[in-house]
Nanobody, 123 residues
Framework: QVQLVESGGGLVQAGGSLSVSCAASGRTFSRYAMGWFRQAPGKEREFVAAISWSGGSTSYADSVKGRFTISRDNVKNTLYLQMNSLKPEDTAVYYC????????????????WGQGTQVTVSS
């Protein structure tokens, strides 16, 4: 059974940094593209960043480009999101997701999701 468990969220002041992680288990992590999504109160879930199965290709939402960095460790089966220069509008629950198909460059469609971790940025 595939499991994704996020950790590392918390409260940070605007302009600060925070890193969140996603530990994966249940299948061969290194074969699947992964991604981060977020959902703010009253809003729909939105794409944040994605990384290919090898880590050689990444993509970002325009709103986080240049501030956030997605990475993965295929030995530790862990996905990371380093968030710098945080803004109050980055406040949301952050979810990691795993692609359906092996060796896909895209995280969509995503069949597996973590439970989410709260990130709150105070102004």
């Amino acid at each position: 059974q595939v499991q994704l468990v996020e950790s590392g969220g918390g409260l940070v002041q605007a302009g600060g940094s925070l890193s969140v992680s996603c530990a994966a288990s249940g299948r061969t992590f290194s074969r699947y593209a992964m991604g981060w999504f977020r959902q703010a109160p009253g809003k729909e879930r939105e794409f944040v960043a994605a990384i290919s199965w090898s880590g050689g290709s990444t993509s970002y939402a325009d709103s986080v480009k240049g501030r956030f960095t997605i990475s993965r460790d295929n030995v530790k089966n862990t996905l990371y999101l380093q968030m710098n220069s945080l803004k109050p509008e980055d406040t949301a629950v952050y979810y990691c997701a795993s692609a359906r198909f092996q060796y896909s460059l895209s995280v969509a469609p995503s069949d597996y999701w973590g439970q989410g971790t709260q990130v709150t940025v105070s102004s």
